[in-house]
């Protein structure tokens, strides 16, 4: 019986350690280059294991577009020193982050600089 659990032990160990990398993986969005957007924040999400921003921002039709934009979880958000008040629904912020490889209109966002004129990283 102990031999049984001792292997089944190791192999949630194995399995939970070679899956926890693929979950993180940014490969769907270009991650050798930024784009430059500024918008007005519609809402905001922050959770674990991601939080989201959904910035509207002119589109080079002058439209407005909504953007989905990634960010890291609030635990990590909270270690750089990013809380709920960093950042509200109504606020104009610029950010650099790196567009979805299919062009859409969602990035996972590097960096934010919020109204308070503070650049800071979000991943």
């Known amino acids: 019986m102990k031999s049984k659990l001792l292997t089944l032990a190791t192999l949630v160990g194995v399995f939970t350690a070679f899956s926890a990398p693929a979950h993180h993986s940014h490969g769907n969005y270009l991650m050798t280059e930024y784009k430059h957007l500024t918008g007005v924040v519609q809402n905001i999400h922050l959770v674990n294991p ?14 407005a577009v909504v953007w989905a934009v ?38 996972l966002l590097g960096w934010l600089t919020s109204p308070d004129g503070i650049e800071r990283e979000w991943d």
């Not at 991601?50 to 439209?63: I, Q, Y």
């Not at 270690?79 to 008040?85: A, K, L, M, P, V």
């Not at 912020?93 to 299919?102: E, F, G, K, P, T």
């Open 50 to 63: 991601h939080s989201w921003l959904f910035v509207e921002v002119s589109g080079e039709d002058g439209e």
């Open 70 to 107: 990634e960010t890291a979880g609030v635990n990590g958000l909270a270690r750089q020193g990013i809380t709920e008040d960093t950042v509200k629904a109504g606020d104009t912020v610029s950010m650099r982050c790196h567009q979805l490889r299919d062009g859409s209109n969602g990035c």
